[in-house]
């Protein structure tokens, strides 16, 4: 590998960093760690999603963690090609490979499968696609198909929080991974010796 594609991989690499790093700072990440999540199909309209994340946390959170996910550049599926490219421990691959592999299988999983009520679109929604519709429906408003499934599953209140349970459950559980890939990187950089971000 020539220099500059070896400086572009590292840089990925940091940049999965950085973003990793925002993650674990975020407003968000703090709650959880002071909070549990709850559910209870019984709350009143006068406090919706009482046992939630405020939704001045999640935002700026949520951008990030897609970009984690999904970005072509520096998402988990993106740097797993420097994984293979790079000259890194074996052992370092192994349990990047098995990350990888654990974060992708939630986030194939399909919440609303089993509940016959919903449509059959918003039943074969996985929690990616629930991410998706999460983001454009809520907060960015600017994808008129994923917001008119978030308005679907919005018009029941039970369906809502069990929704809302599921999506945070799952974003935890997947930062989590983020977190333990941002200490493989951390490991990976030592070793070849360009630490530090970028």
Same mark, same amino acid.
């Given at each position: 590998?020539?220099?500059?594609?070896?400086?572009?991989? &590292?840089?990925?690499?940091?940049?999965?960093?950085?973003? !990793?790093?925002?993650?674990?700072?975020? #407003?968000?990440?703090?709650?959880?760690?002071?909070?549990?999540?709850?559910?209870?199909?019984?709350?009143?309209?006068?406090? $919706?999603?009482?046992?939630?994340? $405020? /939704?001045?946390?999640?935002?700026?959170?949520?951008?990030?963690?897609? %970009?984690? @996910?999904? +970005?072509? #550049?520096?998402?988990?599926?993106?740097?797993?090609?420097?994984?293979?490219?790079?000259? &890194?421990?074996? +052992?370092?691959?192994?349990?990047?490979? +098995?990350?990888?592999?654990?974060?992708? %299988? =939630?986030?194939?999983?399909? $919440?609303?499968?089993? @509940?016959? %009520?919903?449509?059959?679109?918003?039943?074969?929604?996985?929690?990616?696609?629930?991410?998706?519709?999460?983001?454009?429906? *809520?907060?960015?408003?600017?994808?008129?198909?994923?917001?008119?499934?978030?308005?679907?599953?919005?018009?029941?209140?039970? @369906?809502?929080?069990?929704?809302?349970? #599921?999506?945070?459950?799952?974003?935890?559980?997947?930062?989590?991974?983020?977190?333990?890939?941002?200490?493989?990187?951390? =490991?990976?950089? %030592? /070793?070849?010796? *360009?630490?530090? !971000?970028?």
């Amino acid at each position: 590998m020539n220099s500059e594609k070896f400086g572009e991989e &590292i840089f990925r690499l940091q940049r999965f960093n950085m973003n !990793a790093k925002k993650l674990k700072e975020s #407003e968000l990440m703090k709650w959880f760690l002071h909070n549990s999540l709850e559910i209870d199909f019984l709350i009143t309209k006068e406090s $919706p999603r009482a046992s939630f994340p $405020p /939704d001045s946390h999640f935002e700026a959170f949520l951008l990030i963690f897609h %970009k984690c @996910i999904t +970005d072509k #550049e520096s998402s988990v599926n993106a740097i797993s090609e420097i994984y293979k490219n790079l000259d &890194i421990r074996d +052992d370092l691959k192994t349990r990047f490979n +098995d990350f990888q592999e654990g974060l992708y %299988k =939630s986030l194939d999983w399909r $919440p609303f499968k089993g @509940i016959n %009520k919903l449509g059959k679109e918003i039943r074969g929604l996985t929690l990616l696609n629930v991410m998706d519709v999460f983001l454009y429906g *809520e907060f960015l408003h600017d994808h008129p198909k994923k917001g008119e499934l978030y308005q679907k599953i919005s018009q029941s209140k039970e @369906i809502r929080e069990f929704y809302w349970f #599921e999506f945070y459950t799952t974003v935890y559980k997947c930062a989590l991974v983020i977190f333990h890939i941002f200490l493989l990187n951390e =490991s990976v950089l %030592k /070793d070849l010796g *360009e630490a530090g !971000a970028p």
